[in-house]
Every structure is written in structure tokens, then in C-alpha cells.
Nanobody
């Protein structure tokens, strides 16, 4: 059973930065697309960034230019560098493999606690 553990969230002021980490219990070497999702209170979970095995990336328009997703296959870890944070970025952030055709999570059964990012003065 794959386990995905997110960390790195916290309280940050607008304009600040955070780096999130997602540690996988299994190798991600063969997984094509890994991504970060977020869910704000009262909102549906949305995909905000993904990265393929070849290093191709895609971002939601709301975070483009501010967030950078990366992966270290040797460490079985995916990262999300978040810069110029805005209050509207406040959400619980989750990682998962991404189905390329639908943007759905590949492992919907392993949604965990995520890591909370709060952007506020």
C-alpha cells in the first residue's frame, strides 16, 4: 500500500515562501506524473501543479509563475516551492500521482492529512 506524507506547511505572511515536501513510501521512478492538489474550506480539491518523469510541468493559472514543482526520484520525494504567497493560496495541500487524461488522483484511497498552508498577516 502506497503512503504519501506531506510536510512543510505553516503560517506565512503574504509575499512569503514555503517549500512543501511529499515523501512516498514506494519508488516514484516509474510514475509518469506526480502532482500537488489543494483544498480550501468550502472548496473542491483542485490540481495546482504536476511534473512528469521527463520533467515537463503544468500549473494552474492561479499559481503559474509563483510555484515550482520538482521531483527527486532517488529520494522518492516531490516538492512544491511556493513563492509570493497570497491569502487565496490558503488551503490544505496534498500530493498524489496524477492520471494524465483526467487530472484525477491515481491513488484516491491514500489521501492523507495533507499539510496546511495559511497565508495571513
Amino acid at each position: 500500500q502506497v503512503q504519501l506524507v506531506e510536510s512543510g506547511g505553516g503560517l506565512v505572511q503574504p509575499g512569503g515562501s514555503l517549500r512543501l515536501s511529499c515523501a512516498a513510501s514506494v519508488s516514484i521512478f516509474s510514475i509518469n506524473a506526480m502532482g500537488w492538489y489543494r483544498q480550501a474550506p468550502g472548496k473542491e480539491r483542485e490540481l495546482v501543479a504536476l511534473i512528469t518523469r521527463r520533467g515537463s510541468t503544468n500549473y494552474a493559472d492561479s499559481v503559474k509563475g509563483r510555484f515550482t514543482i520538482s521531483r527527486d526520484n532517488a529520494k522518492n520525494t516531490v516538492y512544491l516551492q511556493m513563492n509570493s504567497l497570497k491569502p487565496e493560496d490558503t488551503a490544505v495541500y496534498y500530493c498524489n500521482a496524477v492520471r494524465a487524461t483526467t487530472a484525477e488522483a491515481f491513488y484516491p484511497e491514500v489521501w492523507g492529512q495533507g499539510t496546511l498552508v495559511t497565508v495571513s498577516l
